[in-house]
C-alpha cells in the first residue's frame, strides 16, 4: 500500500480555493480510493504509482474544466515495502 499526500492548488482563481478542493475531493470519491482530508493537503491510500497519478492526473483535469488556467501540484509518497501501510496505521503509530 502506498500512503500519500497532495495538494493542488488554482492560480489565478482567487484567494478561497474552497470549490476546488470539494471538486478535488469528488474525484476522489468517485475514484474509490480511501482518503482523508486535511487543513493543507488530502491524504490517500492507493496501491500503486501508477493509481496515485490517474487519480490526480484526473483531479487535475477536473479544475481545467473548471476553468483553472494553471494549477501547482504538491505530492509526497510513502511507499513502503517492508511492510503494509495505511492512513490509520501511520496515525496510530504517533498517538500516546
Known sequence: MIVADFSMIPMGSGTSASRYVKAIHEVLKSSGVNFVPGPMSTS???????ELFRV????????????VGRII???????????????R???QAVRP
Open 44 to 50: 490517500v491510500e492507493v496501491e500503486s504509482l501508477e
Open 56 to 67: 490526480i492526473d484526473t483531479a487535475n483535469e477536473r479544475l481545467k474544466e473548471m476553468g
Open 73 to 87: 501540484t504538491n505530492i509526497r509518497i510513502d511507499c513502503r515495502l517492508d511492510k503494509e501501510i495505511s492512513i
Open 89 to 91: 496505521s501511520k496515525l
